[in-house]
């Protein structure tokens, strides 16, 4: 069964950083582009970063560029995505997914395995 997971998400506060991960199995995603997309309560899936099958490009949401980094590791098949300076604004579940090209994408449509999602929440 192919499955992404996540993990790293909880409770901080706002200033505070967390590090997501984004772990495969079943499959190798290492050719893949992958991204991290969130969802509030309330709102669309939006886009947040992603990252080339080597990790030479990467894509990043206005909102979050200058404070989130992704980046992977291949031999591990693992996805993250470093967050600082959180703020309340970033409070939603987190997803991670894998492109059906090699490239990093903004595009919802073009991921086609999705993670179960973590909860981040940032109080003020």
């Known amino acids: 069964q192919v499955q992404l997971v996540e993990s790293g998400g909880g409770l901080v506060q706002a200033g505070g950083s967390l590090r997501l991960s984004c772990a495969a199995s079943?499959?190798?995603?290492?050719?893949?582009?992958m991204g991290w997309f969130r969802q509030a309560p309330g709102t669309e899936r939006e886009f947040v970063a992603a990252i080339s099958w080597n990790g030479g490009s990467t894509y990043y949401a206005d909102s979050v560029k200058g404070r989130f980094t992704i980046s992977r590791d291949s031999a591990k098949d693992t996805v993250y995505l470093q967050m600082n300076s959180l703020e309340p604004e970033d409070t939603a579940v987190y997803y991670c997914a894998a492109n059906r090209g090699s490239y990093g994408s903004r595009r919802e449509g073009e991921y086609y395995y999705w993670g179960q999602g973590t909860q981040v929440t940032v109080s003020s």
């Open positions: 079943g499959r190798t995603f290492s050719s893949n582009g």
